[in-house]
């Protein structure tokens, strides 16, 4: 019996520290590196459905499954940092650290016309106002929440 309770309590204690981004996901990333893999790409101003097509699956995010919508913000990592910086509003979670600023972005929606790793994207691009969850000490984005 204790030492079913004492596995209990380590993995309690393993889900929170992954719940709070303090160890690294399973591709050997921390959250704010991750959040840069899937969301940032100042490479470009914009793209088309070609450019989603290929940087989803660059990116690592049609390997097992075609991840619905995803979106490209396309400015320099300091410029998504500063909106950390602005004043904190409330996340769908619920959570109070959530950011909200005006970037450059490419949103790629999954069309369901074929299948992974080959999963086919509708592009929108355009100047849109974003919400980021930001944690850390600096802040830094973790999370694109809209």
Do not use: W
């Amino acid at each position: 019996m204790a030492l079913q309770k004492t596995l209990s309590l380590l993995l309690l204690s393993l889900l929170t520290l992954l719940g709070l981004g303090l160890v690294q996901t399973s591709y050997g990333e921390t959250r704010y590196e991750k959040f840069q893999r899937q969301h940032v790409d100042s490479t470009v101003r914009s793209g088309d459905n070609g450019y989603c097509n290929k940087t989803m699956q660059t990116q690592g995010m049609t390997l097992n499954f075609c991840k619905e919508l995803n979106t490209f913000i396309h400015e320099d990592i300091s410029v998504i940092n500063n909106i950390c910086k602005t004043p904190n509003i409330r996340c769908k979670n619920g959570k109070m650290n959530c950011h909200e600023g005006e970037v450059r972005i490419t949103e790629c929606k999954n069309i369901g016309k074929t299948k992974p790793p080959n999963c086919s994207y509708q592009a929108t691009a355009g100047k849109k106002s974003v919400i980021i969850a930001c944690e850390g000490n600096p802040l830094v984005p973790v999370h694109f929440d809209g």
